[in-house]
């Protein structure tokens, strides 16, 4: 009797068994489900990513590629304004070297001068004291 038993608490216990790894499998298989969900919301949310970021970078080389040839003539013309700049800082140098040699000639051209007011100075003072 035992063994007559036995296979059929055997086929008892397994029936529930069978069914919580049924219920296990198909909530394994739901959460797969919505995980695949997931991923393809989060695909699709990175796609349409994707696909401003490309409009942006369009955009943006587009607008660079407008706006290269202004940056070209504005750099030529800062080319030439900092030449003329450096141009005129010479001149500049140049005139501040001329005015000092002016002034020593204008210092050693003088002492004669001077010498020589002092000369007369001091004969019109002899003929002061003579006369």
Excluded: C, W
């Excluded at 409009?55 to 660079?64: A, D, G, P």
Aim: charge should be positive.
């Amino acid at each position: 009797m035992s063994n007559s038993l036995s296979p059929s608490k055997q086929s008892t216990k397994s029936t529930p068994l069978q069914i919580t790894k049924k219920d296990d499998m198909k909530q394994i298989f739901k959460n797969q489900v919505d995980s695949l969900k997931i991923i393809r919301q989060t695909l699709g949310e990175v796609q349409q990513l994707n696909k401003v970021s490309q409009l942006k970078y369009k955009q943006v080389k587009e607008n660079y590629e407008l706006q290269l040839p202004n940056l070209k003539k504005i750099r030529k013309d800062l080319d030439v304004i900092h030449k003329s700049i450096v141009k005129v800082l010479v001149i500049e140098e140049r005139i501040e070297q001329i005015k000092q040699v002016r002034e020593e000639q204008s210092k050693i051209e003088q002492q004669p001068i001077q010498q020589n007011i002092q000369a007369q100075n001091i004969q019109a003072e002899e003929n002061i004291q003579q006369i």
